[in-house]
């Protein structure tokens, strides 16, 4: 019997068009952007359109009503519950910074391909939220890679620039392999692609095993082929070579889009693929009842934050500073994947995927921010890359300066930031796993590691913060002017503020999003 | 009139105290271009900040002396703060309603665990927040001449430093002192970096700022780990009969909730111990499973209690890093020199009367009461010792100086080591001369850096090779530093001899041998013969002898004080003199709250170590029985002798709290 023979599948299929109709828009609107550039478009011009074009993809989001309830996860391709939605308007909201921010990197004469790359690339992290299916997982997640690889080019006429691109491009692409490899396996052990039959298949099977108290074999195989492949996406240690590089060579305000889109998308995804972040739930695979993939996640957690920070402090490049930074935070979240996807929280507690929710977008808002400040400073003729470029810019741009320094207070995760809610969450989560479970005290102890790499990264934004205010300019200060990305940038610390001081709205918008999953 | 005392008022009172400085920042941020006008701007502020802060604080203390002596010397079995905003049912309660921040899902039966903004007055805190009110407006007094450039923003960091300072010394959750905690270093970062008076002043900020946040983030984890590991009982405090095994109960982030809960769960360990042990004796000695039974019953509850104990080792040790470093007691000290030495002299005023004070508190508010059991196993022993180590070798490092502001940096060291000491003594003599001797401390030391600042402020330098026999040249300075010097020594008839003499005394405690065995209290006694020895040092080379001042100021001999700058050190000799006179009122209000912890440590006393509690009660005349958790562990009487050190311990200071 083929699928199409079952009618109730062929109904999903074709009801799934409806839970991507926003993403459906912006694709439309970027193809217009492409066409745009055959006419020679301005950079307002486009602006606007790509602009329009996130509102009118909002606007359909709102109007078009899904009808959650008539999915059955185990034939639809398109799952629209637990954190689809949240993370379709991430994504929105993320594409209209971006697109503020873009106005520098669209100086060249490219700017409708720019900004039709970068809807893609949105819709692509938005449908990473909803894909309940092997191949539409893929398909998103490529979504978002091949328009970077043009975004990476498109300014780019230097040397650096150029390898930069070429280097992501190569090592996405060998990591797209590494990823469909893993996804072969779980195809093959559970005879199907779709994820919810995939994670309720592993999760059934492994309590047969009471002799042999440990998954297949080969489904550890998929998942640790899939968090390489995936952990190319997060930036997470030993995947993360890339990233200083490319940001180095890349333009600003793709470069912000690098450090914060394939981490939503990667992370998301390693928590579909691990049974979490979904209304449906089909149970935890790979729960601390065996500590194979526990640990592994443990390891590349540790090993991440760790590494970042250290080699953070080494840094004099402002990108390749944040490249680590970007790093580092990953390995906090890989703590908010590791307990959401291994360790299900009792009924009243703090759960491991929204604080995994909070932090993405705690740190989207960090990074961005910075990368805003950074794009805003930049000239042709006086571009900033060191970090003794910024000094006494609390002199001759407070406003930048001052919305800087949030981000990088929030990047330390001081109080009233969204950076110290997100890991007061995330520390809340991982010290409470029992620790009676095969993975004993470790995840207690990860907390430590975690607040002690945090003391450390305090080194390298501090520094940041003291060049900013504490010295002397020894640039002549330029006059000040509003450009959009000053806007973004004052937006994000904004944000971040808000977040921080009065989190309770946000963070209930993430508990509804990422529903807790019993334990098997 | 009596509607501007009312509770309800007052609890909107405290919230100004508390936001005040942060509008009186903003204020001097925008308008404080011009420096005339930002110092009158800043002084009048702080001043009205005083009056605030008296209008809430004196009847705090009326209030909270009444409770105390209403308590019948049965200690309450949580702070009582009044004035909290946000009280649920009319100021009885002492708890607040005002939810921050919800962690995790609502339970049907309960609302989900909160952080709160939980802020109030109690003994404890009273006066420091009256000191921290006071002390903020003898900084400004001193930096009238020192503020030249960008002035509105030094006083707007001043000020968003001195509302971080309150909020943490307000604060009764523990994430909210957390955050106010963090919150301190960013203004002192600021004026560290930006208006500090040396060549290394952005290391010395950064250096400060890491090292502080180092300590602290690992007390964070520790907050964590004591929150989840110290849940409320599922059916309030009033239900005792529920027991550990039916439910886990709701988390709190209050320190009231806390320390009830981790007396309660070990005494339920100890229950469930000895249940089992009592099950094992009955079981018939044919009856092998029924044995069996029970001693599995038996290693379980033991192996449950030890797993708490061994969490909440850990936990202590996490939990006081933060407070050590921010003390700082000595090995942990290696920041301080440098940011003392470079900060502005009115900030390392605040960094030495204020924030030092956060470390303590820290210790007394949060470590102590919800750490009993390792507080009074390691306390003494590990941080006792510290501070007995520090009480000297600070003492010789303060002699070593050439500059005034150094040596009195680590004769501040010094003498904290001596209250860190006292504290971990952990018995209502060492509490309360803690508390006192955190205002004492804070005056004295606040008042000799208000006189470094303004010597600094006439002559550009405090090095003492440079300076001599400024006695002939500032005869009304010069009698106001020998005030202060002089209560820093611990002379009687002034402030500081009050809590030091508690605070040794609290070391001779005859029942508790672990407190004498050790040879603290010489180190303590020690550090004060060393203090007058600096302190005279100094006195000398920089009052007496032939007049000598730098070369800069040599032509036009600088005035002596200002009338500002009068009432600025003639508040703090005025203050000294009184208290060292009569300090009884204030430890009246101090001895209710602390009647608390010490409370919670007798408990917590009687689970580590029996012996010693029961040692401690016959001292105390058997007055009352503290609730028995178990027969068993009661010894019949006698056991062990008794307690070593006999009645040996020096005469009982009369200003010794009732108990």
Same mark, same amino acid.
């Given at each position: ?36 550039? /055959? ?6 011009? *486009?602006?606007?359109? %790509?602009? $329009?074009? #996130?509102?009118? &993809? !909002? @606007? ?43 106005? /520098? ?6 700017? *409708?391909?720019?900004? %039709?790359? $970068?809807? #893609?690339?949105? &819709? !692509? @992290? ?395 | ?659």
């Amino acid at each position: 019997m083929t699928p199409l023979s079952n009618q109730a599948f062929v109904d999903h299929l074709t009801a799934s068009v409806r839970f991507v109709l926003p993403e459906v828009a912006l694709v439309g609107v970027a193809c217009l952007l492409f066409t745009l550039a /055959a006419l020679r478009c301005s950079r307002s011009l *486009a602006m606007a359109v %790509a602009l $329009l074009g #996130v509102v009118g &993809a !909002g @606007v359909i989001a709102i109007l078009v009503p899904e009808p959650v309830g008539q999915v059955n996860p185990a034939l639809a391709p398109i799952d629209p519950t637990g954190a689809a939605s949240f993370i379709r308007w991430l994504a929105l909201v993320a594409a209209a910074v971006y697109v503020l921010l873009g106005w /520098a990197d669209t100086r060249t004469d490219t700017p *409708a391909e720019y900004h %039709a790359c $970068l809807l #893609v690339a949105a &819709a !692509g @992290v938005s449908l990473v939220g909803r894909a309940n299916d092997l191949v539409s997982l893929f398909l998103a997640l490529e979504m978002l890679s091949i328009p970077t690889y043009v975004l990476l080019y498109l300014p780019s006429r230097t040397r650096t620039g150029q390898e930069s691109a070429m280097k992501y491009f190569l090592l996405s692409v060998l990591s797209s392999a590494v990823l469909l490899f893993g996804f072969s396996y779980l195809y093959g052990l559970a005879g199907s692609t779709n994820l919810h039959v995939i994670v309720t298949t592993l999760a059934s099977a492994a309590p047969h095993k009471e002799l042999d108290p440990a998954v297949s074999p080969l489904a550890v195989v998929a998942m640790v082929l899939v968090i390489a492949g995936l952990g190319f996406r997060v930036a997470a240690v030993p995947f993360h070579f890339y990233a200083p590089d490319v940001y180095e060579g890349g333009p600003t305000g793709v470069v912000a889009q690098l450090a914060f889109l394939p981490k939503v998308a990667g992370f998301v995804a390693l928590a579909r693929l691990l049974g979490v972040m979904s209304a449906h739930g089909g149970g935890l695979p790979y729960d601390t009842q065996h500590t194979l993939i526990p640990l592994t996640l443990w390891v590349v957690a540790v090993v991440t934050m760790s590494f970042g920070n250290l080699l953070a402090l080494l840094q004099d490049n402002l990108k390749r500073l944040f490249a680590y930074s970007g790093i580092a935070h990953g390995g906090y979240m890989l703590i908010g994947v590791l307990v959401a996807c291994t360790a299900p929280p009792a009924s009243a507690d703090q759960s491991g995927s929204d604080a995994l929710l909070f932090y993405l977008v705690a740190y989207g808002l960090m990074t961005v921010g910075a990368f805003a400040v950074l794009a805003h400073l930049s000239a042709p003729d006086q571009p900033v890359e060191t970090v003794d470029d910024l000094a006494g810019l609390g002199k001759t741009n407070p406003l930048a300066a001052a919305a800087l320094a949030v981000c990088l207070f929030s990047l330390i995760g001081l109080p009233l930031t969204a950076g110290f809610v997100g890991k007061l969450q995330l520390f809340l989560a991982a010290f409470q796993v029992p620790t009676d479970t095969k993975m004993k005290s470790l995840f207690q102890v990860l907390t430590v590691i975690a607040v002690v790499n945090a003391a450390v990264s305090a080194v390298y934004y501090l520094r940041i913060v003291g060049v900013l205010y504490l010295r002397a300019p020894f640039r002549p200060a330029r006059p000040t002017r509003t450009s959009p990305q000053l806007v973004a940038a004052v937006v994000c610390a904004a944000a971040t503020l808000v977040l921080g001081m009065y989190p309770q709205p946000f963070a209930d918008l993430t508990r509804k999003a990422a529903p807790v999953v019993a334990a098997r | 009139m009596d509607d501007l005392f009312s509770p309800n008022v007052m609890r909107w009172v405290l919230l100004a105290v508390l936001a005040a400085p942060l509008a009186f920042a903003a204020v001097l941020a925008v308008g404080g271009g011009n420096p005339r006008v930002a110092r009158r701007l800043a002084g009048l502020f702080a001043a009205l900040h005083v009056g605030l802060t008296a209008w809430v604080v004196i009847p705090a203390a009326v209030m909270i002396a009444e409770y105390g002596a209403m308590n019948n010397g049965e200690a309450y079995k949580h702070f009582r703060p009044v004035f909290v905003p946000g009280d649920t049912g009319d100021g009885q309660e002492h708890r607040t309603a005002w939810s921050l921040f919800f962690v995790g899902k609502p339970t049907p039966n309960a609302p989900p665990p909160a952080v709160q903004f939980y802020i109030g007055l109690d003994g404890i805190n009273v006066w420091l927040v009256a000191l921290t009110s006071l002390m903020t407006f003898i900084a400004v007094a001193v930096s009238w001449g020192f503020a030249q450039e960008r002035a509105g923003g030094y006083f707007a960091w001043l000020f968003v430093l001195q509302s971080a300072v309150t909020g943490a010394f307000l604060s009764f959750d523990v994430i909210l002192f957390y955050v106010f905690f963090e919150l301190t270093l960013i203004p002192a970062f600021f004026l560290i970096g930006g208006w500090g008076v040396g060549g290394g002043k952005r290391d010395a900020a950064r250096k400060f700022f890491l090292y502080t946040l180092f300590g602290s983030l690992l007390s964070l984890v520790g907050l964590v780990g004591i929150v989840l590991t110290n849940p409320t009982p599922p059916g309030g405090w009033r239900n005792n009969t529920q027991s550990l095994k039916q439910d886990r109960g709701t988390l709190s982030f209050n320190v009231n909730d806390l320390m009830r809960s981790t007396v309660r769960i070990s005494i339920e360990h100890e229950y469930a111990i000895a249940d089992a042990g009592v099950k094992l004796e009955q079981a018939k000695p044919l009856d092998q499973s029924g044995r069996d039974s029970a001693e599995a019953e038996l290693a379980k509850a033991k192996a449950a209690r030890d797993g708490y104990k061994s969490t909440q080792f850990w936990l202590f040790f996490l939990l006081v890093a933060g407070f050590v470093v921010k003390v700082p007691l000595v090995p942990f000290h290696t920041w301080l020199p440098a940011a003392y030495a470079e900060a502005p002299p009115a900030v390392t005023l605040l960094l030495s009367a204020l924030l030092a004070k956060l470390g303590t508190l820290g210790l007394l508010r949060i470590v102590i009461p919800l750490c009993p059991h390792m507080a009074v196993e390691y306390g003494l022993p590990v941080f006792g010792t510290l501070g007995a180590i520090g009480i000297v070798y600070a003492a010789f490092c303060a002699y070593a100086q050439k500059d005034v502001k150094m040596m009195a940096a680590y004769s501040s060291v010094s003498h904290l080591g001596l209250l860190a000491l006292g504290l971990f003594a952990l018995n209502p003599e060492g509490l309360t001369g803690a508390v006192l001797h955190m205002v004492n401390h804070g005056l004295t030391a606040g008042g000799l850096f208000a006189v470094i600042a303004i010597l600094y402020d006439r002559y550009r330098t405090t090095d003492m090779t440079q300076l001599g026999g400024l006695m002939a040249r500032h005869p009304a300075l010069a009698f106001f530093t020998f005030v202060i010097c002089l209560a820093g020594v611990g002379l009687p008839g002034l402030n500081n001899f009050v809590s030091e003499m508690m605070l040794i005394g609290a070391l001779f405690t005859p029942w508790n041998a672990a407190a004498m065995g050790y040879g603290l209290a010489v180190a303590a006694a020690a550090g004060i013969f060393l203090s007058a020895w600096y302190t005279f040092t100094m006195l000398r080379s920089v009052f007496f002898g032939p007049v000598r001042t730098p070369a800069l100021a040599a032509d036009a001999p600088p005035p002596d004080l200002s009338g500002r700058e009068v009432l600025a050190v003639g508040l703090i000799a005025a203050l000294c003199l009184a208290l060292g006179l009569y300090p009884q009122p204030v430890v009246d209000v101090v001895k209710g709250d602390v009647a608390v912890v010490a409370q919670t440590l007798k408990h917590a006393r009687r689970v580590v170590n029996p012996d010693l509690a029961d040692a401690e009660d016959r001292q105390s005349g058997m007055e009352q029985q503290p609730i028995s958790v178990n027969p068993t562990l009661i010894p019949a009487g006698g056991r062990g002798g008794p307690p070593a050190g006999g009645p040996g311990g020096p005469p009982r200071m009369p200003q010794q709290p009732p108990r």
